[in-house]
């Protein structure tokens, strides 16, 4: 199962980034994101699709529909700044499944 | 909400083997799966094993198949992977990962900070 995120997007603070994640009818399947800073580890920022994980900014969304699922970053700030990834659990012979990442750049 | 912590990682040559450690603390051990993702440098994140509650179901990642093996200790809070026949393409941060969802729609948090293993002759 393969996903499709855009390598990268750009955004002027305040304004709002969306981020793609595409795959084979992704609408039947739960999909999270994961923000990434140079050097440290992963974090979920939104999970199954739509929710937030405790300590997560509102400004962080998600929704997910036929082909396309997305994640939505409002009001940018500069340390929004990072790499973002898609991830659903696809089925047991290939259980998890990551985009190939999307950074963000705030101008 | 607990945490994770890596060890083990290191310099090998292609051929040889390692193992790395990941130490739960903070939550029950034993309600969890558990994984390992690896980050080669400057690319993206590549899923590697799974190890399920009562070691109900193990998968790996085609790539490390047969090379690969994951484990758990329940009363350690522990898990491990031993790592075979490794190869240049392995090299990377290794991260050992939480699956938070109370179904199958398999999400990971906490991830733990990573430990880095390097293969090269």
């Known amino acids: 199962y393969v996903l499709t995120q855009p390598p990268s997007v750009s955004v002027a603070p305040g304004q709002t980034a969306r981020i793609t994640c595409e795959g084979d009818?992704?609408?039947?399947?739960?999909v999270h994101w994961y923000q990434q800073k140079p050097g440290q580890a992963p974090v979920v920022v939104v999970y199954?699709?739509?929710d937030r994980p405790s300590g997560i900014p509102e400004r962080f969304s998600g929704s997910n529909s036929w082909n396309s699922a997305t994640l939505t970053i409002s009001m940018v700030e500069a340390g929004d700044e990072a790499d973002y990834y898609c991830?659903?659990?696809?089925?047991?012979?290939?259980?998890?499944?990551f985009g190939p990442g999307t950074k963000v750049t705030v101008l | 909400e607990g945490h994770l912590e890596e060890s083990g990682g290191g310099l090998v040559r292609p051929g040889g083997s390692l193992t790395l450690s990941c130490v739960a603390y903070?939550?029950?051990?034993?309600?969890?799966?558990f994984n390992w993702v690896r980050q080669a440098p400057g690319k993206g994140l590549e899923w590697v094993a799974s190890?399920?509650?009562?070691?109900?179901?193990?998968y790996y990642a085609q790539s490390v198949r047969g090379r690969f093996t994951i484990s758990r200790d329940d009363a350690g809070a522990s898990v491990f992977l031993q790592m075979d026949a490794l190869r240049v393409d392995d090299t990377g941060i290794y991260y050992c990962?939480?699956?938070?969802?109370?179904?199958?729609?398999?999400?990971?948090?906490?991830w733990g900070q990573g430990t880095l293993v390097s293969v090269s002759s």
């Open positions: 990962a939480r699956d938070a969802s109370t179904g199958t729609t398999g999400w990971f948090d906490p």
């Open positions: 199954e699709d739509s």
């Open positions: 903070g939550f029950t051990f034993t309600s969890y799966s």
């Open positions: 009818n992704i609408g039947s399947k739960h």
């Open positions: 991830q659903v659990w696809h089925s047991p012979e290939d259980p998890y499944v």
């Open positions: 190890v399920s509650a009562s070691f109900g179901h193990i």
